[in-house]
């Protein structure tokens, strides 16, 4: 079985400029998260999805950031435009509908210069 | 509101010698508490995990916790060290709901840097 998929894993990109996070879950499971840690913090809670449907998007950090999840399946998460403080790894995590528990992905490095 | 403590920045042992990681908690609710372990240029791996059953959870590699609820505390041990073991851990606490359900949001603790020395 596949685990949960993220692309790009490493992504640079200019101050200003707009970037576009994949996750693949792994099938089936119902619910979608992103987390992103900050160098020398901790890893903190971005957003959560229901199938499509955004559960919970208290951690999101402004309106630069923009998450979907289309049909249920894979989530895009949009920075734009991107701002030097995005610089992070964005995790994408992946649970069944009782979500005690979750499977993440590798996560893709941002880099904003 | 949930928050975690990991006490120890970093970890510095030899091989062959015992692993305590420490971790104290605060929840509102019934907590499931959780460790994860990220290798260097990995993703972040469920070590084990504690939903109100036993209170000593046994995990993967030979890792074990023990949910304290009077000390609130879910501290990471195991008996002897190897080399794969060096990783950065997280402690992690996840609420269940007034009703029992859990929404699945996680918060982490600062993660502990264990160093495995031959």
């Known amino acids: 079985e596949a685990g949960v998929t993220q692309f790009p894993s490493h992504s640079v990109i200019e101050k200003g400029q707009t970037v576009t996070l994949r996750c693949d879950p792994i099938?089936?499971?119902?619910?979608l998260y992103w987390y992103r840690r900050v160098m020398g913090k901790e890893i903190k809670f971005l957003l959560h999805f229901v199938k499509e449907s955004k559960q919970d998007e208290s951690g999101m950090p402004n309106n630069r950031f923009l998450a979907e999840r289309t049909g249920g399946t894979y989530s895009t998460l949009k920075v734009q435009p991107a701002e030097l403080e995005d610089s992070g790894v964005y995790f994408c995590a992946s649970s069944t509908t009782r979500g005690l528990g979750a499977f993440f992905g590798q996560g893709t490095r941002l880099t904003v210069v | 509101a949930q928050s975690v403590t990991q006490l120890d920045s970093h970890v510095s042992v030899s091989e062959g010698t015992p692993v305590l990681l420490r971790c104290n908690y605060s929840s509102s609710y019934s907590p499931s508490l959780f460790w994860y372990v990220q290798h260097p240029n990995k993703g972040l791996q469920l070590l084990l995990k504690?939903?109100?059953?036993?209170?000593l959870v046994k995990g993967i590699n030979g890792f074990e916790a023990e949910f304290k609820k009077s000390e609130t505390s879910f501290h990471l041990t195991k008996p002897s060290a190897h080399m794969s073991d060096a990783a950065e851990y997280f402690c992690?606490?996840?609420?269940?709901?007034?009703?029992?359900?859990?929404?699945?949001?996680?918060?982490f603790g600062q993660g502990t840097i264990l160093t495995v020395h031959p």
């Open positions: 504690y939903t109100s059953a036993a209170t």
């Open positions: 099938s089936g499971h119902d619910n």
């Open positions: 992690v606490v996840s609420d269940l709901g007034a009703g029992g359900t859990s929404y699945g949001k996680l918060t």
